[in-house]
């Protein structure tokens, strides 16, 4: 029986959309902010589902609690794939959400729309204290847009653009996100594991 998880992120707008995406299943949500004294995990990892059981592992560890984490990726056909899973820091490892959209935004310069696609891959890993995981994933297929549009989400939702809704993910409200998008997918599949009020886990 699941009574209580953790949220393995700092990342206030990221912990928001996750609480919001779990938080109506009666389980307990803490998140890291709770636990001051545990270390930052070094997201060192090759793939975003390294990241993620990495994280979900350590922090689960630490605490003692179940532990959900999750890492996402931008792959851009135009660029070969990045920035993939250095999405976070493409520009840096101080960079603003906005310093790493420009710098997209520059490299695509005179790319024509056509071959401009994009997706978003998600990992969510769910990590009980012994080190046993499991890993969902999500996916949403966009275009990265010339200019910047819409001033709600993070990251680079300013210019990822869903060609189905003809909007970016930053003019959408928090409820159409968490509806399509790739966390929203990933962590479906969690609601569903967490719903049945068990984890099925694989070593």
Known sequence: MIRELVLATRNR??????AALLGD??????????????????????????NAIKKARAVSKATGLMAVADDTGLEVD???GRPG?????YAGEQATYEDNWR??????????????????????A?????????????????????EPAGARGFGYDPVFFVPELGKTLAEL????KNRI???????????????????????
């Open 13 to 18: 707008h990221k912990g928001e959309e996750l």
């Open 25 to 50: 299943l009666g389980i307990g949500i803490r998140t890291l902010d709770e636990f001051p004294e545990m270390p930052e995990v070094i997201e060192d990892g090759e793939t975003c589902e390294a």
């Open 78 to 80: 135009a660029l070969g």
């Open 85 to 89: 899973v250095y999405a976070a820091r």
């Open 103 to 124: 710098k997209l935004l520059q490299e695509l310069s005179g790319v024509p729309r056509n071959r401009r696609t994009a997706r978003f891959m998600t990992v969510a």
């Open 126 to 146: 769910m990590a009980l204290p012994s080190g046993e995981v499991q890993v969902t994933t999500g996916q949403l297929e966009g275009v990265i847009s010339e």
């Open 173 to 176: 409200s928090a409820e159409e």
């Open 181 to 203: 998008s790739h966390r929203a997918k990933a962590f479906a599949q969690v609601r569903e594991i967490l719903g049945k009020h068990r984890v099925h886990v694989e070593r």
